[in-house]
């Protein structure tokens, strides 16, 4: 099975921070890989799906981009509402391994 | 407006058997995939299964083959997870997901969850 490392698994950072999360898949994937964010006692939310596609309604500092099989999800000024935890999830086949998550904190 | 409408979780012992259901409505249910993932308390996603459109392809983390059975009902707009002998390790909370399309395109949207405990 296709594993994916997720890093870091926490990190601190001020609002108005540019914050970057990695995710390495073990083969390659193309670009099924999406990212959610889950926010304290709260269900996932998807944010970007085919490596780099905004779901609707996301805002746009958020992104994402992918370099082989490093995936990065990007936030480019990070809010306050954005403390959460995030997963990424590849989709090309079954299972569709999500990674460990990062947690996002303010400094 | 997508929801799911998740039930059946409960606290059941070691080696027994528990079904959840996930009802379905503000969408096209018989057009979209399916899933089940789970997250044990203070820990992360875990994907569980997918069932696809029509029903005819189902797949399964290795976790739970040979245990777990999802099944839909496309004229109930309602998916299930039958859960068999269970373990302490399945203990979690249980998110039905539809997905963005067929098998292989990831949940977009979740439900609130329903709690499987598992304990003597």
């Known amino acids: 099975d296709i594993q994916m490392t997720q890093s870091p698994s926490s990190l601190s950072a001020s609002v108005g921070d540019r914050v970057t999360i990695t995710c390495r898949a073990s083969?390659?994937?193309?670009?099924?890989l999406a990212w959610y964010q889950q926010k304290p006692g709260k269900v996932p939310k998807l944010l970007i799906y085919g490596a780099s596609s905004l779901q609707s309604g996301v805002p746009s500092r958020f992104s994402g981009s992918v370099s082989g099989t490093d995936f990065t999800l990007t936030i480019s000024t990070l809010q306050p509402e954005d403390v959460a935890t995030y997963y990424c999830q590849k989709y090309n086949s079954a299972p569709l391994t999500f990674g460990g998550g990062t947690t996002v904190e303010l400094k | 407006e997508v929801q799911l409408l998740e039930s059946g979780g409960a606290l059941v012992q070691p080696g027994g058997s528990l079904r959840l259901s996930c009802a379905a409505s503000g969408f096209i249910f018989r057009s979209y995939a399916m899933n089940w993932v789970r997250q044990a308390p203070g820990k992360g996603l875990e994907w569980v299964s997918v069932?696809?459109?029509?029903?005819?392809?189902?797949y399964y983390a290795g976790s739970v083959t040979g245990r777990f059975t999802i099944s839909r009902d496309n004229s109930r707009n309602t998916v299930y997870l039958q859960m068999n002998s269970l373990r302490a390790e399945d203990a979690a909370i249980y998110y039905c997901a539809k997905g963005r399309g067929g098998s292989y395109s990831g949940p977009d949207y979740w439900g609130q969850g329903t709690l499987v405990s598992v304990s003597s």
């Open positions: 083969q390659a994937i193309s670009t099924y």
């Open positions: 069932i696809s459109e029509s029903g005819t392809r189902t």
